[in-house]
């Protein structure tokens, strides 16, 4: 089955406690990105990647690290955690890197708390 | 900047009732434009999307769409609402205004359906 997996799905942590969250697709698809959706804001997109090590800022990028090794994998990294990156997180992924007119696939979310 | 609003957090319908969901982008460029809906506890699947194709987009689930270059709109109806139709929607922009490969979403529209 043709899907984007996120793990873990909830995890709770202190500040400061470094984390990595996964994100896989199986779908041998170019552009992958994450997202943080907050309520009354919606998703803003953190970091994206076009390609195996192509990878770029989004909007929120600040407090936060990716990787893409491997063209199916691109895990988020949260090198120190604080408060305010209590969250809702979307791993997504679509065919093309070039063409932004692309659907995205999403992952089931991880929900993410910082104390 | 490019950026996406989304008129009304909450909407309300009956079931059978029109559903309108409004959205308007900022991009004085045509971008790419999409719909996607959130099922509660769920990741975004798309519902429609336009790439400079036709203006009337027809979607999942008896949604459509239409692209109006002059009102910078893309809002999204369906004729008879349905019960199953209560979930979260998300309008999203990318393209070249976007600054790169980068997709920015609207703060999302809740809709609630009664019976």
């Known amino acids: 089955e043709a899907q984007v997996t996120q793990n873990p799905r909830y995890l709770i942590t202190v500040t400061g406690k470094k984390l990595t969250v996964t994100c896989s697709q199986n779908?041998?698809?170019?552009?992958m990105s994450w997202y943080r959706q907050d309520p009354g804001l919606g998703l803003r997109q953190i970091y994206y990647?076009?390609?195996?090590?192509?990878?770029d800022k989004g909007d929120v990028p600040e407090g936060y690290k990716v990787s893409r090794k491997e063209k199916r994998n691109f895990p988020l990294i949260l090198e120190s955690p604080s408060p305010n990156q209590t969250s809702l997180y979307f791993c997504?992924?679509?065919?093309?890197?070039?063409?932004?007119?692309?659907?995205?696939?999403f992952g089931p979310g991880t929900r993410l708390t910082v104390l | 900047a490019q950026s996406v609003t989304q008129l009304g957090s909450h909407v309300s319908v009956s079931e059978g009732a029109l559903v309108l969901l409004r959205c308007n982008y900022s991009?004085?460029?045509?971008?790419?434009l999409f719909w996607y809906v959130q099922y509660p506890n769920q990741g975004l699947q798309l519902l429609l999307k336009?790439?400079?194709?036709?203006?009337l987009v027809k979607g999942i689930n008896g949604f459509e769409a239409e692209f109006k270059k002059s009102e910078t709109s893309f809002h999204l109806t369906k004729p008879s609402a349905h019960m199953s139709d209560a979930a979260e929607y998300f309008c999203a922009v990318s393209g070249p205004n976007t600054g790169g490969f980068k997709t920015i979403f609207g703060a999302g529209t809740r809709l609630f359906v009664k019976a």
């Open positions: 997504a992924s679509s065919y093309r890197a070039g063409g932004p007119s692309d659907t995205q696939y």
């Open positions: 779908m041998n698809h170019e552009y």
């Open positions: 990647s076009m390609n195996v090590e192509v990878t």
């Open positions: 991009s004085s460029v045509p971008p790419y």
């Open positions: 336009y790439t400079s194709a036709a203006t």
